[in-house]
């Protein structure tokens, strides 16, 4: 027999217990309760937070499981005196969107989402209603399939020059980095992802410099291939907000903004941020209006574990401080939200289990508080992973709806050494799932012979016409 | 695809484009997938690169490579033992076992104007493909410079940090860490050399400088000591390692290397 009692404490602070026969287990807090309830993850453990063996992690669940959804909002894992992150959790949630689950424990808000009254529209309605925290605890309780199946009712639908997240429809990035930031080695990782039919989400370059100069005429570059062409898509320069800003300032065409961004205030600004200078990025890319079809002009990059490496996670879990982020994603309308999953290493997520538990997890949490959620389905060559481990997340996350992936030639990024999705693995997923691309982008890989009526690439597709339109910078 | 063509993967129209990038370009395809050569090709290059991550440095091996150079040569290992141990706590990798801790504090001395590392890192592979041909022309031009040079110390288990406790350990003014680089899909064997003024433990990232990619196919050994050697002359001028010595060495270290490693060895 079960039973579980609350036990009041020092303002808002409670201690947490529970029964399991004749044992009485204590829990300190609810953020340790949190964090001894994760599923195994080496991240944890390095943070020392970790449940010391099973039994404490199964307990811990069956504890959490019991605590009312309501008690996240009186309860802060990081102060909200001194965290910008958590003032903006409390201070945007909507309690009216909130209401139609505030009766609820963790447990009975699983039992909930996986019910027949959680429709696509009443998840979508409930978005602002809850917070990182509640559906962080919530994954905690929830088997991968639990994951798939709630993350698979939400449709988060976002634009700018196409439609992403519409049912049905899986984009990706095609990201053509190269070592040296050279443009016409760029150029033929992009006109190779094009051929391949990658590059709905964005085209999306990591740069080597950080060199204001290189960077612009990197944007115009981009900027030339996506109008020469035609292509229904927007060029995004993965360098840091602040940069983007100064580039916009100086005239160069900028779509997308980027920011990789935490859950915590400390590790933001371990990044060089906070929410008002994120919030210069996004109204300075706002100003531009270059959205054809939205204005959704910020793209996110997150990961478990970057808060605890830069020693910013409070003692909160690893994939807790992940959905945190979200939060702060959330405030500026993104286009695109990416977890980098396996590319921090394997002192945060060890093998191929912790990094696809890690993926479904992230994708979930971001689902459920209404983000365009896609992954970076990747790892490292010191984490106990392979290519193996990719396909399955890969294909886990084509079912649960996942809003884009990556599309790197071969899997194999040059610039960052790490290993990704390829243009290949795209059309593996789509092939097997039946998921198409974004309809803009779809309708014009089609016009321009490059895929037949269902999307799959045409055996003699003519691709070479496409150097016909590109820029002098191409010219091999 | 047609009826009457043969079920043999298509050939990439723009295999031109190779020759633009070392990236995995114009692969070709068989229906949706991958075709076989690239399926094993690939896996031919994560299987070195796995091998490397899970390589023991051979100290025997390195202390004979090294002998020409004739420098007191002295071992140590960091917290961490073993392999999972390292990959899972890069903490105990940061610092030195109890044992040799001790041993080093019995070779203190007088102390030195540098002490160089060389650590296993994320790639003993790495140690032994490059360590020795770049020392082999560090240690002479040291000399020549007239700073005087510690013991080589070999740490097992380690990453970059260790350096900061040897350093500190052995009173020399700078250390240099040779380390072996987490390795990349077409780099197993990249070293890396990172220079810390003023070594101590709690010493940050942003305070050292970083020459990366050191290999055959990357930064070919006499650049990089070229580089390594430009930064410790200005590390001494200006008593300081890191951000500030960064920007205006940014010319020599660009030269085939891979700035953007998202976390140390």
Same mark, same amino acid.
């Given at each position: 027999?079960?039973?579980?009692?609350?036990?009041?404490?020092?303002?808002?602070?409670?201690?947490?217990? &529970?029964?399991?026969?004749?044992?009485?287990?204590?829990?300190?807090?609810?953020?340790?309760?949190?964090?001894?309830?994760?599923?195994?993850?080496?991240?944890?453990?390095?943070?020392?937070?970790?449940?010391?063996?099973?039994?404490?992690?199964?307990?811990?669940?069956?504890?959490?499981?019991?605590?009312?959804?309501?008690?996240?909002?009186?309860?802060?894992?990081?102060?909200?005196?001194?965290?910008?992150?958590?003032?903006?959790?409390?201070?945007? &949630?909507?309690?009216?969107?909130?209401?139609?689950?505030?009766?609820?424990?963790?447990?009975?808000?699983?039992?909930?989402?996986?019910?027949?009254?959680?429709?696509?529209?009443?998840?979508?309605?409930?978005?602002?209603?809850?917070?990182?925290?509640?559906?962080?605890?919530?994954?905690?309780?929830?088997?991968?399939?639990?994951?798939?199946?709630?993350?698979?009712?939400?449709?988060?639908?976002?634009?700018?020059?196409?439609?992403?997240?519409?049912?049905?429809?899986?984009?990706?990035?095609?990201?053509?980095?190269?070592?040296?930031?050279?443009?016409?080695?760029?150029?033929?990782?992009?006109?190779?992802?094009?051929?391949?039919?990658?590059?709905?989400?964005?085209?999306?370059?990591?740069?080597?410099?950080?060199?204001?100069?290189?960077?612009?005429?990197?944007?115009?570059?981009?900027?030339?291939?996506? &109008?020469?062409?035609?292509?229904?898509?927007?060029?995004?320069?993965?360098?840091?907000?602040?940069?983007?800003?100064?580039?916009?300032?100086?005239?160069?065409?900028?779509?997308?903004?980027?920011?990789?961004?935490?859950?915590?205030?400390?590790?933001?600004?371990?990044?060089?941020?906070?929410?008002?200078?994120?919030?210069?990025?996004?109204?300075?890319?706002?100003?531009?209006?270059?959205?054809?079809?939205?204005?959704?002009?910020?793209?996110?990059?997150?990961?478990?574990?970057?808060?605890?490496?830069?020693?910013?996670?409070?003692?909160?879990?690893?994939?807790?401080?992940?959905?945190?982020?979200?939060?702060?994603?959330?405030?500026?309308?993104?286009?695109?939200?990416?977890?980098?999953?396996?590319?921090?290493?394997?002192?945060?997520?060890?093998?191929?289990?912790?990094?696809?538990?890690?993926?479904?997890?992230?994708?979930?949490?971001?689902?459920?508080?209404?983000?365009?959620?896609?992954?970076?389905?990747?790892?490292?060559?010191?984490?106990?992973?392979?290519?193996?481990?990719?396909?399955?997340?890969?294909?886990?996350?084509?079912?649960?709806?996942?809003?884009?992936?990556?599309?790197?030639?071969?899997?194999?990024?040059?610039?960052?050494?790490?290993?990704?999705?390829?243009?290949?693995?795209?059309?593996?997923?789509?092939?097997?799932?039946?998921?198409?691309?974004?309809?803009?982008?779809?309708?014009?890989?089609?016009?321009?012979?490059?895929?037949?009526?269902?999307?799959?690439?045409?055996?003699?597709?003519?691709?070479?016409?496409?150097?016909?339109?590109?820029?002098?910078?191409?010219?091999? | 695809?047609?009826?009457?063509?043969?079920?043999?993967?298509?050939?990439?129209?723009?295999?031109?484009?190779?020759?633009?990038?070392?990236?995995?370009?114009?692969?070709?395809?068989?229906?949706?997938?991958?075709?076989?050569?690239?399926?094993?090709?690939?896996?031919?290059?994560?299987?070195?690169?796995?091998?490397?991550?899970?390589?023991?440095?051979?100290?025997?091996?390195?202390?004979?490579?090294?002998?020409?150079?004739?420098?007191?040569?002295?071992?140590?290992?960091?917290?961490?033992?073993?392999?999972?141990?390292?990959?899972?706590?890069?903490?105990?990798?940061?610092?030195?076992?109890?044992?040799?801790?001790?041993?080093?504090?019995?070779?203190?001395?007088?102390?030195?104007?540098?002490?160089?590392?060389?650590?296993?890192?994320?790639?003993?592979?790495?140690?032994?493909?490059?360590?020795?041909?770049?020392?082999?022309?560090?240690?002479?031009?040291?000399?020549?410079?007239?700073?005087?040079?510690?013991?080589?110390?070999?740490?097992?288990?380690?990453?970059?940090?260790?350096?900061?406790?040897?350093?500190?350990?052995?009173?020399?003014?700078?250390?240099?860490?040779?380390?072996?680089?987490?390795?990349?899909?077409?780099?197993?064997?990249?070293?890396?050399?990172?220079?810390?003024?003023?070594?101590?433990?709690?010493?940050?990232?942003?305070?050292?400088?970083?020459?990366?990619?050191?290999?055959?196919?990357?930064?070919?050994?006499?650049?990089?000591?070229?580089?390594?050697?430009?930064?410790?002359?200005?590390?001494?001028?200006?008593?300081?390692?890191?951000?500030?010595?960064?920007?205006?060495?940014?010319?020599?270290?660009?030269?085939?290397?891979?700035?953007?490693?998202?976390?140390?060895?």
């Amino acid at each position: 027999m079960l039973r579980r009692a609350m036990q009041s404490g020092n303002k808002g602070n409670m201690s947490y217990r &529970h029964m399991v026969g004749q044992k009485l287990w204590t829990f300190g807090d609810l953020k340790a309760l949190m964090a001894k309830a994760s599923p195994e993850r080496s991240g944890d453990g390095l943070a020392g937070i970790a449940a010391a063996n099973g039994e404490e992690r199964a307990v811990a669940r069956l504890c959490l499981a019991d605590v009312p959804l309501r008690q996240f909002l009186s309860e802060t894992f990081i102060p909200y005196e001194t965290d910008e992150v958590t003032r903006l959790i409390l201070d945007s &949630h909507d309690a009216r969107a909130f209401a139609p689950v505030a009766h609820l424990t963790v447990g009975g808000f699983r039992d909930w989402l996986l019910s027949e009254a959680a429709t696509p529209l009443a998840l979508g309605r409930l978005a602002a209603g809850l917070t990182p925290e509640m559906v962080a605890a919530t994954s905690k309780i929830m088997r991968n399939q639990d994951l798939i199946l709630t993350a698979r009712k939400v449709e988060v639908v976002t634009r700018f020059r196409n439609t992403i997240g519409l049912r049905g429809t899986m984009a990706a990035r095609l990201q053509p980095n190269h070592p040296t930031d050279d443009a016409r080695g760029i150029a033929a990782s992009i006109i190779d992802g094009l051929a391949y039919g990658s590059g709905d989400a964005v085209i999306g370059v990591n740069p080597a410099s950080d060199n204001v100069a290189v960077l612009g005429d990197l944007c115009r570059l981009l900027d030339e291939v996506i &109008h020469r062409l035609g292509i229904p898509t927007q060029a995004c320069i993965l360098t840091h907000v602040t940069t983007a800003t100064q580039l916009i300032e100086r005239g160069v065409p900028v779509d997308l903004v980027f920011q990789s961004i935490a859950g915590t205030e400390a590790a933001n600004m371990s990044f060089g941020v906070s929410l008002s200078i994120l919030r210069e990025g996004f109204e300075a890319a706002r100003s531009l209006k270059r959205g054809t079809l939205g204005d959704n002009v910020m793209y996110f990059e997150t990961g478990q574990g970057s808060a605890l490496s830069a020693d910013a996670h409070g003692g909160v879990d690893q994939q807790t401080c992940e959905a945190r982020a979200y939060a702060v994603a959330r405030a500026f309308e993104p286009l695109l939200v990416n977890t980098v999953v396996g590319f921090i290493g394997p002192e945060y997520l060890y093998d191929g289990k912790q990094i696809i538990r890690a993926g479904l997890e992230d994708h979930f949490c971001g689902k459920l508080l209404g983000l365009p959620l896609g992954c970076d389905i990747c790892h490292t060559n010191h984490a106990e992973a392979d290519q193996d481990d990719m396909d399955t997340l890969l294909t886990l996350l084509g079912a649960a709806g996942v809003s884009f992936i990556m599309g790197i030639p071969g899997s194999d990024d040059v610039m960052l050494n790490y290993q990704s999705t390829s243009f290949h693995d795209a059309l593996y997923v789509r092939e097997v799932l039946g998921l198409k691309r974004a309809p803009e982008f779809e309708a014009w890989l089609r016009d321009a012979g490059l895929t037949d009526a269902d999307g799959r690439l045409v055996s003699q597709a003519d691709s070479t016409k496409l150097l016909g339109a590109l820029p002098p910078a191409f010219a091999a | 695809m047609n009826d009457d063509t043969p079920p043999v993967p298509r050939i990439d129209p723009w295999t031109m484009l190779r020759e633009l990038t070392p990236a995995r370009v114009a692969l070709g395809r068989t229906g949706a997938s991958l075709p076989t050569h690239e399926i094993l090709r690939f896996g031919h290059a994560h299987s070195l690169a796995r091998d490397a991550v899970h390589a023991t440095l051979d100290v025997q091996a390195l202390r004979r490579d090294l002998a020409v150079l004739d420098c007191d040569l002295t071992e140590v290992r960091s917290a961490a033992e073993g392999r999972t141990a390292y990959l899972r706590r890069p903490d105990l990798g940061r610092r030195l076992s109890d044992e040799s801790r001790i041993s080093l504090d019995a070779k203190r001395a007088s102390g030195s104007d540098l002490v160089i590392v060389v650590a296993d890192g994320l790639s003993a592979t790495a140690v032994h493909a490059n360590a020795a041909a770049l020392l082999d022309l560090l240690v002479p031009a040291i000399r020549r410079k007239g700073w005087s040079l510690g013991p080589i110390v070999v740490a097992t288990q380690a990453r970059v940090a260790l350096g900061d406790e040897v350093g500190a350990a052995l009173d020399a003014r700078m250390v240099l860490v040779l380390i072996g680089e987490r390795p990349g899909l077409s780099s197993p064997d990249s070293l890396g050399a990172y220079l810390t003024f003023g070594p101590k433990p709690g010493r940050r990232d942003n305070e050292r400088n970083c020459v990366s990619n050191i290999r055959g196919g990357g930064l070919v050994p006499p650049r990089a000591a070229r580089a390594i050697l430009w930064l410790i002359e200005e590390a001494f001028r200006r008593g300081e390692t890191g951000v500030a010595l960064k920007d205006e060495s940014v010319d020599i270290a660009i030269e085939g290397a891979s700035p953007h490693l998202p976390s140390l060895p």
